[in-house]
């Protein structure tokens, strides 16, 4: 039998990751076993225990790979010297946002991880997760959020973690709300209106900004 080389073990993981992909979009997380991802795949079960401890492990690894460019591209925001880091942040929202509603894959993805997992013991790792990445998510705002009242010598009535909470807060909403009905609105527009006006009414943009 030919030696597997490391380009056909990535070509074995990137099917298993997209026969898991569709099927919890179809079937939910719980819904679907490893067996059903193999046998969509095309291999065997024994090819899944090979590259993922378990279902949680698989299902945190789909996400990274559509994720993992948005939260990085987050986590680069205020490294850009001279740069506005407000004006760096709304640019890593709004593509954000533009991926979440032309780019299928992670349309799909985030329909998952928003309305098909629940997190039964089998799960709870990819619980984990997703604080972890919140608190990240979170996090990095306060930081851009800080350095945007730096610059502009402000202050505000509350902490700025609250802000960043708040921020967070309202974009998982929206991406929750048009994942559910994606024609009852348009998902980038209503995204950068509602910022504008979040970040408006606590004074780090003038009302009628664009």
């Given at each position: 039998?030919a030696r597997?080389?490391?380009?056909?073990?990535?070509?074995?993981?990137?099917?298993?990751?997209?026969?898991?992909?569709?099927?919890?979009?179809?079937?939910?997380?719980?819904?679907?076993?490893?067996n059903d991802?193999?046998?969509?795949?095309?291999?065997?079960?024994?090819?899944?225990?090979?590259?993922?401890?378990?279902?949680?492990?698989?299902?945190?690894?789909?996400?990274?790979?559509?994720?993992?460019?948005?939260?990085?591209?987050?986590?680069?925001?205020?490294?850009?010297?001279?740069?506005?880091?407000?004006?760096?942040?709304?640019?890593?929202?709004?593509?954000?946002?533009?991926?979440?509603?032309?780019?299928?894959?992670?349309?799909?993805?985030?329909?998952?991880?928003?309305?098909?997992?629940?997190?039964?013991?089998?799960?709870?790792?990819?619980?984990?997760?997703?604080?972890?990445?919140?608190?990240?998510?979170?996090?990095?705002?306060?930081?851009?959020?800080?350095?945007?009242?730096?610059?502009?010598?402000?202050?505000?009535?509350?902490?700025?973690?609250?802000?960043?909470?708040?921020?967070?807060?309202?974009?998982?909403?929206?991406?929750?709300?048009?994942?559910?009905?994606?024609?009852?609105?348009?998902?980038?527009?209503?995204?950068?209106?509602?910022?504008?006006?979040?970040?408006?009414?606590?004074?780090?943009?003038?009302?009628?900004?664009?």
């Amino acid at each position: 039998m030919a030696r597997r080389t490391k380009a056909d073990a990535l070509a074995t993981r990137h099917q298993l990751l997209d026969a898991a992909e569709c099927l919890f979009a179809e079937k939910g997380v719980s819904r679907t076993s490893l067996n059903d991802i193999a046998l969509a795949a095309g291999a065997s079960r024994g090819a899944i225990y090979w590259h993922f401890k378990n279902k949680a492990d698989l299902f945190n690894a789909m996400m990274e790979r559509t994720t993992l460019p948005m939260e990085q591209a987050l986590q680069q925001v205020g490294h850009e010297p001279g740069q506005d880091p407000l004006v760096e942040l709304r640019r890593s929202i709004a593509d954000a946002m533009h991926r979440i509603a032309h780019d299928e894959r992670t349309r799909r993805v985030f329909e998952v991880a928003t309305l098909k997992v629940e997190y039964v013991d089998e799960l709870m790792a990819v619980r984990a997760r997703h604080r972890r990445v919140q608190a990240d998510n979170v996090g990095q705002m306060e930081r851009s959020l800080q350095a945007a009242l730096a610059q502009r010598a402000l202050s505000l009535p509350l902490p700025v973690a609250l802000l960043a909470q708040g921020l967070y807060a309202l974009l998982v909403g929206l991406i929750h709300t048009w994942l559910l009905a994606p024609e009852t609105f348009e998902l980038e527009a209503t995204a950068e209106a509602s910022v504008q006006a979040y970040l408006a009414g606590w004074g780090l943009l003038p009302a009628q900004a664009g």
